[in-house]
């Protein structure tokens, strides 16, 4: 039976109604390696009307996953959100991401991937091979280098086997979104790990910035 | 009572044992046992092709399985391929002299732009051991580096790999310009690579796509005997 005592009853009338409201806002489904760029993004410029929903960062580790991972989600948060989009780029899906995308009618950051978005697409496409013979990290690499690259390749358990992964790479270059000399030395000591040569270049953002603030 | 720590002698294992202990060698990763049982081997008079495929196709094989199955991960691919590469080391030289049958011959390579060849480097090394004749191009190979190729050592496969979303769709530059000299048909295309799949195989104009070292040496043998199939027929 439906509780309505005066005082319960004003409490709840009080209350805005979180479904309706959630009705106004866009719902951004990102990889995790993101969460803190969007957030900054969000926090910065004071975009209420954007939500953020973050996937597990290690899904890159199986990229055929993403699809599905993006569809599930989108599935789980479509009633209740006005609009979703997708905070990945194509991730080494192929085309699948894209094919999901479309078939669910949402749109996703422009872009092959990450380094690419952060340096600019247009930027990063125009650098064309230059750059081929390098290993990228960003702010959120740098952080999870160990997890992320050298727990995932074995290289703590088996570091024979460094040459064999990286053998034909001959430097980091380290996609800045900050400036943060602490993680500039991470950079560094990771391609120091990989027995690399080492490059930062500033990047921020890029076209991620300009994906989020254009959501409207 | 057996001490469980008791360390196996290889050189008095049987023949069954030892081949039994160099699978599980293989899955491990232990590069200079599989050394020690391939010489062990030799020594019984066995033939290099057979230690290839009794002993070392057929560990990778079971490696290749619990790869696919999620069991084994690429750092212990890479360590079962580093020991089964010693193997081949060995045997090579041998199974020219000894004459051991050849399926096929397969151009390979990276294609233009990508320098990843972990795939690749598996890819060939399987099928060097199912019997083909493999030259690798190596990475970052320009369509012209195929066409050579092709027209040097008239393979019947070409197999492309690439890792990059950015850098797959030049598989479609190499196929495009095959057609456009009339030679698409006279070759298998095979191609594979991380982020592809049969529908971007399909897009290229290859014949197959191949996830995996092992499904490329099946599906390069079925292809083959389709060919022969197909030329007997019009003969």
């Known amino acids: 039976m439906p509780d309505t005592t005066p005082a319960r009853r004003s409490l709840t009338s009080a209350l805005p109604d979180l479904g309706e409201l959630a009705q106004d806002r866009t719902l951004i489904i990102a990889c995790g390696a993101l969460a803190r760029e969007i957030g900054t993004v969000i926090g910065r410029n004071g975009l209420s009307h954007l939500a953020l929903r973050c996937l597990p960062a290690t899904l890159h580790n199986t990229p055929d996953k993403i699809p599905e991972a993006v569809r599930a989600a989108i599935h789980a948060s479509r009633e209740k959100y006005g609009r979703i989009i997708v905070g990945y780029a194509d991730c080494g899906t192929g085309g699948l991401l894209d094919k999901v995308c479309a078939e669910e009618g949402v749109e996703r950051i422009p872009g092959p991937h990450c380094y690419a978005f952060y340096t600019g697409n247009a930027a990063f496409e125009a650098a064309g091979d230059d750059d081929m013979t390098s290993f990228y990290l960003t702010d959120f690499l740098v952080r999870q280098f160990d997890t992320l690259v050298i727990r995932t390749l074995g290289l703590d358990r088996h570091p024979e086997l460094r040459d064999m992964y990286f053998g034909n790479y001959e430097k980091v270059i380290y996609l800045a979104q900050t400036e943060n000399a602490e993680l500039t030395v991470a950079a560094e000591q990771a391609a120091e790990k990989l027995g690399l040569a080492f490059e930062r270049r500033f990047v921020g953002l890029g076209d991620l910035a300009r994906f989020i603030n254009d959501v409207n | ?235």
């Open chain 2, 1 to 235: 009572m057996a001490d469980e720590d008791e360390e196996i002698v290889l050189s008095e294992l049987d023949d069954a044992d030892l081949v039994q202990q160099m699978h599980d060698d293989l899955y491990d990763g232990l590069k200079e046992e599989i050394e020690e049982a391939v010489n062990i081997l030799l020594a019984r008079d066995w033939t290099p092709y057979d230690i290839l495929t009794k002993a070392l196709v057929e560990g990778m094989r079971i490696v290749g399985i619990d790869f696919r199955d999620g069991i084994l991960f690429v750092p212990e691919v890479l360590l079962s391929a580093n020991a089964m590469k010693a193997g081949m080391f060995i045997l090579r030289p041998l199974l020219v002299e000894t004459g051991a049958p050849k399926v096929g011959k397969m151009v390979i390579g990276t294609v233009k732009g990508d320098i990843h060849d972990i795939g690749k480097n598996l890819v060939g090394m399987m099928m060097e051991g199912a019997g083909f004749e493999v030259i690798d191009l190596g990475i970052n190979n320009p369509v012209e580096n195929y066409l050579d190729a092709l027209e040097e050592h008239k393979p019947e496969i070409l197999g492309m790999s690439a890792l990059l979303t950015t850098t797959m769709p030049y598989m479609k530059v190499v196929v495009d310009t095959m057609k456009e000299k009339g030679i698409r048909d006279d070759y298998i295309v095979l191609v594979g690579g991380a982020p592809l799949n049969e529908e971007f195989s399909m897009a290229v104009g290859a014949d197959a796509y191949c996830r995996d070292a092992a499904v490329t040496v099946e599906t390069a043998k079925d292809l083959i005997a389709r060919r022969h199939n197909q030329l007997a027929s019009n003969g």
